[in-house]
């Protein structure tokens, strides 16, 4: 089911995309409408993984989005990926959040990781294994995900990662436990946030790695259910790790590099708010279509002539501008060392999108009425999607709110003691 007929793109029909964004756009908008949106009902009920909706992105060469051109990618910078993702969130949210895995894998460990610091021996160490890695996305169309959770505070960044590596003949052996890791089912390679184990020391969040481990690894296994309320076709079980070893190549940044980035560079945390600004669309072009008369399979009442539903789209529209607003400004922003200004922007747009794509959804449900809500229109899904947004570590809403607070009010080493 198609929500809309309007091509406008996900940043309205006056932002100036460059020659490159407004291809890509036009690539993924043809791609949701026709493709991903009539998959998205039958996966989310079957909570099954959206492989179909893949084996097109790898088609059209989407899954090297963020892989440097030199590599044989598109090379997109972050707020290409962000516009991007946003467009697929608007037909499918789960595609969009696991797209976000994966694209982002080769963000952090490609365009990103050129902005941070390493010794000449890193660089090069760091470069052999990111021909590896992005060989792997181009040539065989490998899919990464990004197991970072696991029940505790190290998502949260408040405590390193109880998943331990320890060092061993040309490698690593993992050992550990992740949960959520959304593609789980469908993933080559789970790239793993996880802390050295050094003798005789406590476990340091400035010693995290950031491993690739193969799916069919020894000592890997993915196990328990997954029947949650939204977001169902990420597909995001459990991971075990028993001892897995993985070679020195498997690291997708250098030792070190991985809390120099989560310091430096925070709008890397802010990368799964494209797909609820695409939600948010979604609820609102929904909302004026229905009001139109024009989803099948409903109508063929017009109910737009109602001044309370005209006053409710206003509603609607300006709550979006809102959030898209505050979205584009910081997707421009993401950078290496951002000013204190920056870095809050990013925390509130990531609330801003969280918060309110879970509204609009609300909203449009309770302007469209009882009609809408049916298992055969997809209002009820983006509702149950849009609701998981605000619970995404590290920058969940809760946690947004503690930051800016925090650090609105304390410059960096002032305590009150
Ligand atoms: C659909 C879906 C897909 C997901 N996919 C992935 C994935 O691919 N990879 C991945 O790593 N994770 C993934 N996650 C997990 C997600 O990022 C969170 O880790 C998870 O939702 C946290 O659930 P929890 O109950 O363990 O949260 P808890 O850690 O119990 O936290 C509950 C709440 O308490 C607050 N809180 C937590 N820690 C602190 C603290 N130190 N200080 C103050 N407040 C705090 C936060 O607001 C948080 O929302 C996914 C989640 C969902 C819903």
Redesign the pocket.
Known sequence: MLVTDHPMPICGDDYPLTVKQRALMTLVHRLGRESFAPRATQLDRDAQFPFANYADMRRAGLLGLCVPESHGGHGADYATYALVSAEIGRYCGATA?TFN?HVCTTLWSGLLSEDLDMSDEQRASHQSCQHLHFDRVIREGAIY?????E???A??G?APFGTTAVRAEGGWRISGK??????SDAADYFGVLCTERKPDTQLSRRDTLYLAVPRHAPGLTVEGTWD?L??RA?V?RNLVFQDVFVPDEAALMPQGLYFQAATRWPHMFMTLSPTYMGIAQAAYDFTVAYLRGEIAGTGPVKRRQFATKQIAVAEMFIKLEQTRNLFLRAIEDARVDPSKSTRLRAYAAQYTIMENAQDLARLAIRTCGGQSMLKSLPLERLYRDAR?GS???PW????CM?RIGREALYEPGETDA
């Open positions: 959040l895995m995900a990004q197991p970072f959770s029940g505790g505070a998502a949260a408040a992740k949960i959520f890791a959304s593609l949650p939204g977001m990420t995001s998981c619970l995404m570590l969940t809403a809760e946690l503690d």
